[in-house]
């Protein structure tokens, strides 16, 4: 897949054009967007999605269009999972719901531009060093199994702002107990302090930073071309913050999201690790040649394996919930 360089340019032109947009026309002066709002706006970015990709298949075929989407859905999917622990740290740090959009927006700039540099950091290596497959595969699976053992997303989030880097922020820089409008510092009798919302943009871009290394992994497992992986990542992030305010209360109900997610995972490490034994040039393993037997897994089929693992894990969660409910309903009824 050849990108020229204009091309790029062009594209990121394209995607920074799209966040200026969206925060001088939603995000500058603080309000807590509706419902109506959010599904229109997040319906927009997803359209805006899917013409991007068939504009990819019609420019450089098929395969190269079928990965983007098989990408920009898997990237949708773990965003969403994010999203909740999104959700825990603005409300252990009490963010009013006004102020929301602007965190969101920065945390995503903030996710964009690291996964931006993973990104280019990891064309490097896989071009130079084929075996990363291996380990790319094995620690995606690692991963799936990690997460599904957890008891819930506060498994998550504990790990996204409890963190030593945050805490040594809070003892280090004078921090207010109060938020000041949407600013990120003030002066208070003379001296600069940092508001708590300041901490919380921290508490967002640490955990991006977590969250990338499983992210970066996973679509490299899905293509290797630096373009799609940019662009999946980017246009799986353009409507986050419309998606956080959409969802809202649905969170909660998904179950099952992270369950589907560690097959999603563990599927892609198993692809990887096949496809590290078809270029494998490691010594030890086949004498360095080639390992022809291996499975090689079509990008069509991850694609279907991906959008029926989420399907199933989104119904089978409203089921659990809407079943929950009802039983709890009926308990109390009784009693």
Request: proline share 3%; no cysteine; charged share 15%.
């Amino acid at each position: 897949m050849s990108v020229d360089l204009w091309i790029w340019a062009a594209t990121i032109a394209a995607i920074i054009a799209f966040f200026v947009f969206d925060f001088y026309t939603h995000v500058r002066i603080p309000h807590a967007p509706t419902i109506k709002e959010s599904a229109w706006w997040s319906a927009f970015y997803i359209a805006v999605s899917i013409v991007f990709g068939i504009g990819v298949w019609i420019v450089w075929g098929s395969t190269h269009g079928t990965e983007f989407f098989a990408g920009y859905v898997t990237e949708k999917a773990l965003s969403v999972d994010n999203l909740f622990v999104f959700l825990i740290i603005m409300s252990s740090f009490a963010v009013p719901r006004e102020f929301q959009q602007k965190v969101l927006t920065i945390g995503v700039v903030i996710a964009l531009v690291m996964r931006g540099i993973f990104i280019a950091l990891g064309a490097a290596v896989i071009e130079e060093f084929s075996w990363v497959f291996y380990i790319f595969g094995a620690f995606l699976i690692y991963t799936a199994w990690k997460l599904s053992r957890e008891k819930g997303h506060e498994d998550e989030a504990e790990e996204g702002y409890d963190n030593a880097f945050l805490r040594f922020v809070q003892r280090v820089l004078p921090t207010t107990d109060q938020y000041h409008g949407d600013r990120f510092s003030v002066v208070l009798n003379g001296k600069r302090f940092i508001t708590p919302l300041a901490i919380v943009i921290l508490a967002i871009g640490s955990a991006d930073l977590l969250f990338a290394f499983d992210s970066i992994p996973a679509i490299y497992g899905l293509t290797q071309e630096p373009y799609i992986v940019f662009t999946a990542n980017a246009f799986a992030l353009m409507g986050l913050r419309q998606l956080y305010f959409l969802l809202g209360g649905l969170l909660e109900r998904l179950v099952y999201l992270s369950a589907g997610l560690a097959f999603i995972l563990g599927f892609i490490g198993l692809k990887l690790i096949f496809h590290a034994m078809h270029v494998n040039e490691l010594s030890f393993i086949n004498g360095g040649e080639h390992i022809s037997w291996a499975p090689e897994i079509p990008t069509w089929l991850s694609l279907l394996v991906i959008i029926g693992t989420i399907a199933i894990a989104a119904v089978a969660s409203l089921l659990k919930t809407r079943a929950d409910a009802r039983n709890a309903a009926v308990e109390t009824s009784a009693h």
